[in-house]
């Protein structure tokens, strides 16, 4: 008598395809398909069957064994399909659905305002033939202080409470410590702009915060002018803004500019009325600037006998502020995904 268990195996099988043609659900199906395909299931096991079968008699039985696992599995996949058929056929005919309504729309992100403006300055800039470029926001003390006539123990190194990493590095408390790396960099003449993250260990309110982004200005020529950068700096402020914007120029001390300035533009948060973001002055600083300091352009490599330079150290933060009427300098890095959206479809022309 054969020791071959083909009429167990076939009535395994028959169970089988009952349990999937009684199944209703895709889980259920599911369940099928464990007990009998898996591992354990009852056709695998007939698979350890062969081991004790003749060596004439284990191909057909082997290949009786996958032909009725492949049964299984084509009949599994069909009744799949036919509940999939049955639960579309159902919910077309039901009267709570209406296939006009608009579907869920997928989620997009969003440009980030600071993104957005710098962007556009890059554009602004690069059409008047600057090039932009991108320093560490981890430098040293030399470039971030020492080479812009900053010495250790000079008083305006308290204008900018600096994050000190060890001895000699530190987060960039500006985007100047760029300047004396992009004289190393590049021959004058040349015109450059370096947009970035700043950082400072100071308390913060409406329009300060300890990270914050700048975007220097560099221009380094055999002669330069005031009355150049004045203009470069109110061609930015016109492009952004779209129209002309209210300015006011003042005196401003900058250990790394002779003469230095302060430029302040009017406050668009509150019109120049007074509010937290101008600190009730109707100003905000914005734009402070000068002609490089001979100093600086010899710890550039540079004979200032021979060359002259501008730099400014654009607030980018509080000009995407004034740009769209930001109350608070604090939202634009919270990560808050509802002020995020408020700029969805935004952009700059
Ligand atoms: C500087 O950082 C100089 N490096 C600017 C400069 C560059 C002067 C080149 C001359 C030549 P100041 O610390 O004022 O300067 O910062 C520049 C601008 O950054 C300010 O006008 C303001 O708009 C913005 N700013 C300063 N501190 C903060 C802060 N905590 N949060 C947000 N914005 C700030």
Redesign the pocket.
Known sequence: MSTVPIEELHAVRDLALKAVSEANADGELEEVSRTYLGKKGQIRKHMRVLGQLSPEERPAFGKAVNDVSTEVEDALETRRKELHAIRRAAALTDPHFDPTLPGTRPASGTVHPLTLVDWRLDEIFRSMGFYVLDYPEIDTEYFNFEALNVPADHPARD??DTFWINDEHLLR????AG?VRAMKEFKPPFKAIFPGR?F?Y?A?DA????T?H?V???YVDREVSVANLIASMKTLLSEIFGREVEIRLRP?Y?P??EP???LDISCLVCGGGGCSVCKQSGW???????L?HPNVLRAGGLDPTAWQGW?????????VMMRYQIDD?RHLLSGDIRFLRQFEGTGLE
């Open positions: 204008m900018q408390t500006h985007t100047s300047q700043v400072r100071e913060t329009s300060h915060d300890h914050f700048q220097e200005g560099l401003g900058f790394f500019v230095g300035f302060e905000v600083e914005l734009l402070p600037c000068g490089v730099a400014f150290g654009l607030g980018l933060s509080r000009l300098i």
